[in-house]
């Protein structure tokens, strides 16, 4: 079994490859670690030579040419975008609310994108480390890895084939206050799992229609075939209100989803499970 972990997009990348030897296993990873690095120069907002970073300087100005695999990237953006009802939305800093990618122009003859408000800032988040799970995820299978677990800070989990020990790979959703503790199981085989969410005074996610935080101390873990539409599903159904979840859920087949909330008691932390879609 090869078990490696490297630093990869300001957190942790672990790959597990259990029918792979130490050789063949480190070849393999830094050929992964040269991938990510290719997709955190593409993703990131904060390299200023990087495709990203390049565009939020530029396409205020007027249409910006994208790079052919940063305009994927932002096409797969736009379809989650579409499919979760505006829920799923990278771009931010619009001076008016609830207009995020609503202002954003492609070009798809040109290849061009323009922001109509200049406050406009994209931001992959989540996202970005779900697409480098899967670009990673494929690389393997084609270099013909039957079996592994890859994993982006516990955050975001891809998985290929089953566990060696039976037909899925258990995959826990952890408490955020106990390590080690299991709060509930996805079955994986072939799939992955995300998980977004807040800890105790650290709001991080923007709801587009208002453009304000989500607070509260909750998570929502979700698993679905591909890590990055784990990602922007997970991210959408955190900012939606739960009436609104099921008709997102019904755009994404198989996916499974669970929202813990935790509150704080007697200097302790309780949780509970608020909801799950199965």
Known sequence: ?????????????????????????????????????????????????????????????????????????????????????????????????????????????????????????LDLGGIGKGIAVDVVRQYLVDQGVEQALLSFGESSVGVIGAHPAGDHWPIGVEHLYERGRSLHRFELRGGAMSTSGNRDGQAHIVIPASGELVEGCTTISVSCPGAADAEALSTALFVLPSSRRASVLRNYPGAQAVEFAYLERDASWTVEKRWQHE
């Not at 994927?72 to 619009?94: E, K, M, N, P, S």
């Open 1 to 121: 079994m090869f078990h490696h972990t490297l630093g990869a997009m300001n957190t942790r990348f672990c790959m597990v490859l259990p029918a792979v030897d130490a050789r063949e296993g480190m070849v393999l990873a830094r050929h992964t670690q040269a991938l990510l690095r290719e997709q955190e120069l593409m993703m990131s907002r904060f390299i200023p030579e990087g495709d990203l970073a390049t565009l939020n300087r530029t396409a205020a100005h007027g249409p910006a040419p994208v790079p052919d695999g940063l305009w994927r990237v932002l096409d797969t953006c736009r379809r989650h975008h579409r499919l979760t009802g505006g829920a799923f939305d990278i771009a931010q800093g619009a001076r008016r609310r609830g207009h995020g990618m609503a202002l954003l122009h492609f070009d798809a003859t040109a290849r061009t994108l323009h922001f109509a408000d200049p406050g406009i800032q």
